[in-house]
């Protein structure tokens, strides 16, 4: 069954991994074979949210080469207007010039940045660059969205790189001073209930920045964002971890600090 899903052209780009432990996890609660398939093809299109993104990842790059001919001023442009091909990108543009700043108002200066599920979230680099100059490096289980971001970090940023990785999955720990995990918690705990809170608690990393949006795509109020806040304020004080808070207009912020005590 996973040669089948990876086989189909919906599914391609996603990580075998991925597709393999969404199956495995289906498959405890599957009643047959064709049951199976049902539910890892549903559990699948939350995963892979392609609905999100409306333009193909092999077009996302046209125009560049003349944007970077132009200058830095026109690669910004240029990347505001990919950043409007996917919904949680595009609805963060009204805070874009004021959301790394604050970020690192949260963390402080990162040495190192690591993007989780980072999706669009590299054609905000030039953003990023006006706060930090730290390695960054993204990751991403969909082969083509990491094809196109790793090529434009290739082409605009020496100090940014993409890999192709299921980050609730990676062989290899990921390291770094400071990770990102964009409006994806909630993406991350409908894959598998408990799976964001792991992922927050394992990552290697000294401050974990977590977003949630303020609304969901149906422009009500994004009910799911305080349980989940909830739940890593326990994690944070189970941990004794520091957790710090800002609001932007369509976006939250929560920072858990592991390398501070949450009663300083």
């Known amino acids: 069954m996973v040669r089948r ?42 995963v892979v949210a392609d609905y999100l993104l409306s333009a193909r990842p092999a077009r996302l790059l046209r125009g560049l080469d003349e944007a970077v001919a132009d200058g830095p001023d026109a690669v910004r442009a240029w990347c505001r207007d990919v950043l409007t091909r996917h919904f949680s990108t595009a609805e963060r543009l009204p805070d874009l010039d004021e959301f790394y700043p604050a970020i690192v108002s949260l963390t402080g200066p990162p040495a190192s940045v690591a993007d989780l599920a980072c999706a669009l979230n590299p054609f905000t680099l030039p953003w990023l660059r006006d706060v930090t100059d730290a390695p960054y490096v993204g990751y991403d289980f969909n082969r083509a969205l990491v094809a196109a971001t790793g090529a434009f970090a290739e082409r605009v940023d020496r100090a940014a790189e993409v890999r192709h ?16 995990l964009l409006k994806t918690y909630h993406c991350v705990e409908d894959r598998l209930s408990g799976a964001g809170l792991r992922l927050v608690a394992e990552v290697a990393a000294d401050r974990v920045v977590v977003s949630f949006p303020l609304r969901a795509m149906n422009g009500r109020a994004a009910v799911f964002t305080r349980p989940h806040i909830d739940a890593l304020s326990r994690l944070a004080d189970e941990r004794g971890w520091a957790v710090r808070r800002a609001r932007l207009s369509t976006e939250e912020l929560v920072v858990i600090d592991k390398e501070h005590d949450g009663a300083q």
């Open 5 to 46: 899903l990876s086989a189909a052209a919906k599914y391609s780009a996603v990580h075998p991994d991925t597709i393999a432990d969404v199956v495995r996890h289906e498959a405890e609660h599957a009643a047959n074979d064709a049951d199976l398939e049902r539910r890892a093809r549903l559990r699948l299109h939350k």
């Open 165 to 180: 990785c299921d980050v609730l999955l990676s062989p290899e720990p990921i390291r770094a001073d400071v990770a990102l």
